[in-house]
């Protein structure tokens, strides 16, 4: 009786989010959704009128994307001019333009181009304003919380070493290295020298 060599696992495999176990899933879902209530509204139409929802899907998510395009590139272009205003004079700038929404407008017409109902629903559900604000604080809170919550070595920890204000207001980047000899761990070897 033989017995085969296992392969050995790896002992510091991390495991599986569920993010990436049930995304998959979930895609694959909706397609199926989306594809089955096309199918039910050509049966209920005609194949033409499912034709014409998903040209003016297309045509209005361009005329939104086009428009929050514009109207980031507005907001941008006054907080330069405001910036070197207040440098010119030496007065601190005013604060700057309302530019939220122009990202979850964008969705919204992005969800409006990709072909299917539900898909429209969600992008006409984006250009809601109180949706938008909705959405908005609910995603500042999520990325706040995770990046309260991460340790040493990750991205959060990056974002938070990187932002050290200095009295003036200004930000410096950087990390804080310190030189205590208590915290040093003792080498055993002897420094190089010439």
């Given at each position: 009786m033989t017995t085969g060599a296992q392969t050995p696992r790896s002992p510091a495999r991390p495991p599986r989010s569920r993010l990436r176990t049930f995304l998959p899933l979930g895609i694959a879902a909706w397609l199926v959704l989306e594809i089955w209530?096309?199918?039910?509204?050509?049966?209920?139409?005609?194949?033409?009128?499912?034709?014409?929802?998903?040209?003016?899907?297309?045509?209005l998510g361009s005329v939104v994307i086009k428009a929050a395009g514009r109207r980031?590139?507005?907001?941008?272009?006054?907080?330069?001019n405001q910036q070197?205003?207040?440098?010119?004079?030496?007065?601190?700038p005013e604060a700057r333009p309302n530019s939220e929404g122009?990202?979850?407008?964008?969705?919204?017409?992005?969800?409006?181009?990709?072909?299917?109902?539900i898909s429209d629903a969600l992008g006409l559900l984006m250009l809601l304003p109180p949706v938008q604000k909705a959405v908005s604080r609910y995603a500042q809170r999520t990325v706040e919380r995770k990046l309260?919550?991460?340790?040493?070595?990750?991205?959060?920890?990056?974002?938070?070493?990187?932002?050290?204000?200095?009295p003036d207001g200004k930000v410096v980047q950087g990390e804080v290295i310190r030189d205590d000899p208590d915290d040093a761990p003792q080498d055993p070897r002897p420094p190089l020298t010439r």
């Open positions: 209530l096309l199918t039910v509204v050509a049966g209920a139409s005609s194949g033409f009128m499912v034709f014409l929802l998903l040209v003016a899907g297309v045509v980031a590139f507005r907001n941008l272009t006054e907080t330069i070197q205003s207040a440098m010119q004079s030496g007065i601190p122009n990202g979850l407008m964008m969705l919204g017409g992005l969800l409006l181009i990709l072909p299917g109902l309260r919550d991460a340790g040493p070595g990750t991205l959060g920890d990056a974002f938070r070493q990187a932002r050290m204000h200095r």
